[in-house]
Nanobody, 120 residues
Framework: QVQVVESGGGLVQPGGSLRLSCVAS????????MSWYRQAPGKERELVAQITSGGLRHYAESAKGRFAISISRDNAKNTVWLQMNSLKPEDTAVYYC????????????WGQGTQVTVSS
């Protein structure tokens, strides 16, 4: 089994920053891709950013224009981070970590999510 656990969410004022962390543990040989998604109240879950084991990054178009973000990863620690700057109230959401585990056969795992609230 694989467990995915996020941390680092919380309440932040507009214009502030947060750094989210996600650690995958368990029966892991390799993690192909790690991603961050978010789901705001009443909206569908959407991709924010993802990074492959080789370090290739992809940012959602909506995220590029909304806030300064950066995704990074430590393969040895099965950990991914999402740095978010210049946060706005509309960035309030539950942020979920997604891990695509395996090589030839890929299995997807989700974390429970971490709440990010941007409010004054």
């Amino acid at each position: 089994q694989v467990q995915v656990v996020e941390s680092g969410g919380g309440l932040v004022q507009p214009g502030g920053s947060l750094r989210l962390s996600c650690v995958a543990s368990g029966s892991i040989f390799s993690i192909n891709r790690m991603s961050w998604y978010r789901q705001a109240p009443g909206k569908e879950r959407e991709l924010v950013a993802q990074i492959t084991s080789g370090g290739l990054r992809h940012y959602a178009e909506s995220a590029k224009g909304r806030f300064a973000i950066s995704i990074s990863r430590d393969n040895a620690k099965n950990t991914v981070w999402l740095q978010m700057n210049s946060l706005k109230p509309e960035d309030t959401a539950v942020y979920y970590c997604h891990a695509l585990v395996g090589t030839t056969t890929l299995l997807a795992y989700w974390g429970q999510g971490t709440q990010v609230t941007v409010s004054s």
